[in-house]
């Protein structure tokens, strides 16, 4: 077959956060260095460059070196919690 395929992504689990604006302190330690707030946004360093964040956005950690925003309704549609974690 020339044409293309489909392909399912694989299921990893990746740590995330849900900022509520009264977690601050928890988001800044979780996202650390790359989280710094801004009033009620977050700004986050990311490998694309600076992403703000707003409350409710879930904040992801693909690893070490790579945090990054989602909104709630992509989050909940890409996700599941992985129960006893």
Known sequence: MNGPKFYV???IPV???LWT???LEAVLEF???FVHEEGTELHILTPAGMVKAVIGH???KANENDVYPCP???FA???DEV???
């Open 9 to 11: 992504k694989k299921p």
């Open 15 to 17: 740590p995330a956060i």
């Open 21 to 23: 604006g009264d977690n």
């Open 31 to 33: 996202g650390a260095p």
């Open 58 to 60: 879930w904040i992801l």
């Open 72 to 74: 709630p309704e992509l």
């Open 77 to 79: 549609a890409s996700y």
């Open 83 to 85: 129960v006893g974690q």
